[in-house]
């Protein structure tokens, strides 16, 4: 069995990201890259699955010719949700924020003096750390430490793949599909246990310095779009019987779940002769289990286009 490597997954979930601090523009010219473009056909209707990493930087763009005709061509985008109507709704975003709320306490209460002060001290390196932050659940420490290794990679929520397509579908009056909501990914990290939350706290700070490598060596693998070496660095080895139960429920429920629930809202979605342009974090379409695997065993045709 293999599960996501945590540091890395906040590439490929779309809540959150938003604030990642602009990054300078590069002018040396890049070869062009070629990332990995799956379709799955059945009966008369295709389905086109690009997996997004949800923060890149200019060096992604243009994208070549045949993912661009695959937009083209068709009726629909889906999403994990509408990422630019949420960051417009700030209605929403207090909604959200309001979940990893405490009540009366404080975080210091909870996860002891030496994980604060390496948390502030990260934290305050990248430019996120506010006292008010004190107010705020592990989960959200958590969060904003994974954004605090996107930012120190150089790479920003505004060059996106999801973002970049919902504004061209958005020009291009293209039906959008959303497959998740923005509620229904803030409920289920709020939804975790306290032991659970810290868990996860302590160990991105512990992996910290290894997912800001991590992190680079996918940018560069999602470019090339080789599909056997991007599930070696998203995915690694494990005993389910021997798996730390904190492990198992993270993957379970940012991945496995999911995977399942977005194909499912693949199915419903498509119609005789549609052709959708799914969009959503690359590390849900490969692999065992993702959306790839469990379109063809619904009897898709799978097959890589780059």
């Known amino acids: 069995m293999k599960k996501i490597k ?3 997954v906040l590439l490929l979930f779309s809540f959150m990201l938003t604030g990642c601090k602009e990054q300078e523009n590069k002018s040396n010219k890049v070869e062009q890259s070629t990332p990995l473009l799956i379709e799955a056909s059945k009966d008369d209707s295709k389905i086109y699955l690009f997996g997004s990493i949800h923060a890149a930087d ?3 763009y243009p994208l070549p010719d045949y993912v661009k005709n695959a937009y083209r061509e068709s009726d629909a985008i889906a999403v994990e949700f509408d990422l630019i109507e949420f960051t417009e709704d700030l209605s929403n975003q207090v909604e ?3 979940k990893f709320v405490y009540d009366d306490a404080s975080i210091k209460d909870d996860i002891g003096e030496d994980t604060y002060n390496r948390s502030v ?3 305050k390196e990248a430019g996120l750390y506010s006292s008010i932050m004190d107010n705020f659940k592990p989960i959200m420490w958590q969060t904003l430490l994974e954004n605090a290794a996107i930012m120190a990679s ?3 929520e505004q060059y996106g793949i999801d973002n970049h397509f919902l504004k061209l579908a958005k020009e291009d009056e293209k039906k959008i599909i959303e497959l998740e909501s923005s509620q229904y990914q ?3 990290l709020s939804s975790f246990k306290k032991d659970m939350q810290i868990y996860l706290l302590k160990e991105s700070i512990e992996t910290f310095e290894e997912s800001k490598e991590n992190l680079t060596i996918l940018y560069e693998l999602y470019k090339k779009g080789n599909e056997k070496d991007l599930e070696d660095i998203f995915f690694e080895e494990y005993d389910e019987e021997k798996e730390d139960k904190y492990l198992k429920e993270y993957n379970d429920k940012l991945i496995t779940e999911r995977n399942v629930k977005m194909t499912n ?3 419903k979605a498509i119609k005789k002769d549609d052709t959708i342009f799914c969009v959503v974090g690359l590390g849900h379409i490969i692999g065992e289990g993702g959306i790839a695997s ?3 065993n619904k009897g898709y045709t799978v097959e890589i286009i780059n």
Do not use: R, S, V, W
């Open 294 to 296: 469990l379109l063809e």
């Open 186 to 188: 803030y409920e289920m």
């Open 96 to 98: 959200a924020l309001t």
């Open 58 to 60: 200019e060096t992604l």
């Open 265 to 267: 809202g693949l199915e």
């Open 154 to 156: 150089n790479l920003d």
């Open 121 to 123: 001290e990260i934290l």
């Open 6 to 8: 945590i540091m890395i």
